[in-house]
C-alpha cells in the first residue's frame, strides 16, 4: 500500500526527540538489544529501508549493510561519520546523511574553553584551591600563556573556521593546515604539516577522522611542536598516535595537552590520568542539552524528508543527494 508505514531501524538508545520524530511516520526496530542478531536478519532486514544511528559504536561497513537489500538511507547522528563506510554505500546508491552545522558554535566553545583550561592550568587550580593549598601559599604562575604564541588548526571547515573567529577575537593568531585552502579564509595556510607544527606554539586538531587521518599527528609532529609546544584534540582519538603523545609528554618533547576524545573511549590510558600537566574532557565537545536535541531533530529531518521524496538536509560528500542507481 502506498501509505504503509517504511520500516527503519534503530541502532543506538531511544532518545526521545528522535523517538518521537521518527515513530508517526516509520515502524521503528531497535537493534541494540537483539540477542539473536542473525534470527534478526533473517526475520526483518528484507523490509528495512532505513536506518537511525544515536550509537556511533556501532561498525555500519559494507558487510553490515549488505545484509539490507532494500536499505536506501542511513542518518547517523554526530558531524563524524567514520563507523559509516559512506563510500561503500554511496557505491551502493545507499544515502549517508550526518548532523552538522547545528553543533558547530558550541563544540568552538568547548574547544575554546579546553585550550584555556590548558595553557592556564585552570582545572589544577580549581582543584588546588578544594585541597586547602591556597591557604598555604599562591597557586605557582603558570609558565604558558596564549599571549605570545600562535594557534594552528589541523582542519579548517565549519568547526575550525569558528575556533579561527574566536582566536581572532582574543587577538591570538591563528594559521592552518588542511589538504587544500579553504576557500573564503583569510588566514595563512600550511600545505605541509610539519612545516606548520615548526612555526606554532598550539596544535588545535578539529580535523575529520577516518582511514586519511589516522594517526595524523605522530611522534614527528609531536616533536616538531618543539619542547613549549601544546596540543588539543577535538576531533577524534584516531588523528593522534596516542602512545607516541603520552611518551612526548613523558620526555617533555612538548609542555601539556589538552583532549576531548581518545583511541577506546570511555577509556583513558593510565599514564594520561597520572599526568598534571594534562586536562582531560569526558567527550563533551556539543553536549549541552540544547545542542544535542538539535542534532536530534536533524536526525529525524533527513529521514523524514527522504520519505516524503525530498533531499534530505545534510548528505555526506560521498553519498550526494540524488544517489546513484543501486547496483
Given amino acids: 500500500m502506498a501509505d504503509e508505514k517504511r520500516d527503519v531501524l534503530l541502532i543506538g538508545p531511544s532518545k526521545p526527540v528522535i523517538v518521537n ?5 516509520f515502524n521503528l526496530l531497535g537493534f541494540s538489544d537483539v540477542k539473536d542478531r542473525e534470527k534478526f536478519f533473517a526475520d526483518t532486514a528484507p523490509r528495512v529501508r532505513g536506518i537511525a544511528i544515536t550509537d556511533t559504536s556501532e561498525r555500519i561497513d559494507g558487510a553490515f549493510m549488505s545484509r539490507f537489500p532494500r536499505l536506501e538511507i542511513v542518518s547517523s547522528f554526530g558531524v563524524g561519520y567514520d563507523h559509516v563506510d559512506a563510500a561503500w554505500a554511496g557505491a551502493h546508491g545507499i544515502t549517508v546523511t550526518n548532523t552538522p552545522d547545528v553543533l558547530t558554535e558550541e563544540v568552538a566553545d568547548t574547544a575554546l574553553g579546553l585550550l584555556l583550561c590548558t595553557v592556564r592550568e585552570f582545572p589544577q587550580a580549581e582543584r588546588y584551591v578544594r585541597a586547602g593549598k591556597w591557604r598555604e601559599k599562591n597557586y605557582p ?24 573567529r574566536r582566536l ?15 576557500a573564503g579564509v583569510p588566514y595563512r595556510h600550511y600545505p605541509k604539516l610539519l612545516d606548520m607544527a615548526r612555526d606554532v606554539g598550539v596544535l588545535l586538531v578539529i ?51 589538552g583532549l576531548d576524545v581518545y583511541h ?3 577509556e583513558v590510558p593510565q599514564e594520561l590520568l597520572a599526568m598534571e600537566n594534562v586536562v582531560l574532557f569526558p567527550h563533551l565537545g556539543s553536549a549541552s542539552t540544547a545542542t544535542r536535541e538539535k542534532m536530534d531533530q536533524l536526525v529525524v529531518d533527513n529521514l523524514l524528508a527522504w520519505a516524503a521524496g525530498k533531499d534530505p538536509p545534510t548528505p555526506v560528500a560521498e553519498t550526494p543527494w540524488p544517489p546513484k542507481k543501486r547496483p
Avoid: F, W
Avoid at 603558570?142 to 571547515?157: E, I, K, P, W
Avoid at 586519511?212 to 619542547?227: G, R, W
Fill in 207 to 257: 580535523t575529520p577522522g577516518g582511514a586519511d587521518t589516522k594517526n595524523l599527528i605522530d611522534a614527528e609532529v609531536l616533536k616538531a611542536l618543539a619542547p613549549d609546544g601544546i596540543l588539543i584534540n577535538m576531533s577524534r582519538g584516531s588523528v593522534v598516535d596516542e602512545a607516541a603523545l603520552i611518551k612526548a609528554l613523558e620526555n617533555k618533547t612538548i609542555m601539556s595537552a
Fill in 141 to 164: 604562575l603558570t609558565r604558558a600563556t596564549l599571549r605570545n604564541r600562535t594557534v594552528g588548526l589541523v582542519g579548517m571547515g565549519r568547526i575550525g573556521q569558528a575556533i579561527a
Fill in 168 to 182: 581572532e577575537a582574543m587577538r591570538v593568531p591563528v594559521v592552518y593546515h588542511s589538504r587544500k585552502p579553504a
Fill in 21 to 25: 520524530g521518527l515513530a508517526p511516520a
Fill in 264 to 266: 577506546n573511549e570511555p
